[in-house]
């Protein structure tokens, strides 16, 4: 009986404490990620009332769809390239905000800001300057390569995609490494320079080894982020020209409530999340291996 009255009295506490919140989380998340997997199953066009269970042909036609494939492929450049530049650079400026330069924190507030923008409003700001404003530098100034709009072009477009993704994520991985540079202790950085190790000994042999669980938070994020990119690819070039630039989240939602195709672009959806699980879990695996090593 005491046992009993032991679990009622926890799961009433629960309840009153977390049961909203479980509650939201069941109905926002949980159900209807498993409502989706059931959808990946039917020929659901989105719009009609009825639809019939068409069992593993939407998987099988996914697979056989090129279109789809070279989203992805591009999808897996676009974070290839993001993935590295972003945290580079972040990394590297977070370096040298914490050096104790003049003015730093300015200089962290204005790296950071471009990502308080939202992606929508970011991609029309920068479709205006590389249609516009770079446009007429180029012509300006005789630069060649700036002497017509990147969005027009199907090989700049994709670097203009890059170009403003690394701009907009990179003040955001810098306030991580910031974190981390912040939380390694003075007296080890001393105790180096008091051996003879040099900036560069310094930054390889006692900087990088402490900075690892920074890299994990910073490179977990911008994988996802990069994977997941939807708002700045819709707003900067809208998967043009000529779908160059159609990144697999992009292609998803054409292919769902464009083409009326929702059993499809559920099952397309539905492999995205495993890819970028399996990816991110190997990555966090991995630097979390790291970490216990160093």
């Known amino acids: 009986m005491e046992q009993e009255k032991t679990l009622l009295a926890k799961l009433k506490t629960y309840l009153i404490f977390a049961g909203p919140t479980t509650f939201a989380f069941l109905t926002v998340i949980i159900l209807p990620f498993l409502y989706g997997i059931y959808l990946t199953f039917t020929d659901w066009n989105g719009i009609s009332a009825t639809h019939a269970f068409v069992g593993f042909s939407n998987y099988l036609q996914v697979f056989k769809d090129k279109v789809f494939w070279t989203s992805f492929l591009l999808t897996l450049k676009y974070v290839f390239f993001t993935v590295i530049l972003i945290n580079i650079i972040a990394f590297f400026l977070a370096y040298m905000l914490t050096s104790g330069a003049k003015g730093q924190n300015f200089f962290r507030a204005g ?3 471009p990502n308080l923008i ?4 970011l991609g029309f700001i920068w479709q205006f300057i590389f249609s516009n404003i770079l446009v007429y530098l180029g012509k300006s100034y005789n630069i060649p390569i700036l002497s017509g709009s990147w969005l027009s072009d199907p ?10 993704t690394v701009w907009q994520y990179t003040g955001y991985m810098m306030v991580i490494y ?14 180096a320079s008091i051996d003879g190790a040099n900036t560069y000994q310094r930054l390889k042999n006692v900087i990088l080894p402490l900075m690892v669980p920074s890299f994990t ?4 994020l ?19 020209p000529y779908k160059s630039t159609e990144l697999i989240s992009l292609h998803i939602y054409n292919t769902a409530f464009l083409s009326q195709q929702y059993g499809i672009g559920q099952a397309e959806a539905f492999f995205l999340f495993f890819v970028v699980a399996a990816v991110t879990l190997l990555q966090v695996y991995f630097s979390k291996k790291l970490e216990v090593e160093n």
């Open 155 to 164: 090989d700049k477009a994709f670097w203009a995609l890059v170009i403003v």
């Open 178 to 191: 910031i974190s981390g540079f912040m939380n390694i202790p003075r007296d080890l950085l001393e105790a």
């Open 217 to 220: 938070i910073s490179v977990f």
């Open 118 to 121: 939202g992606g929508i409003l």
């Open 222 to 240: 911008t994988l996802q982020r990069g994977f997941m990119v939807y708002d700045i690819n819709l707003a900067l070039t809208n998967g043009g």
């Open 111 to 113: 790296f950071f800001t």
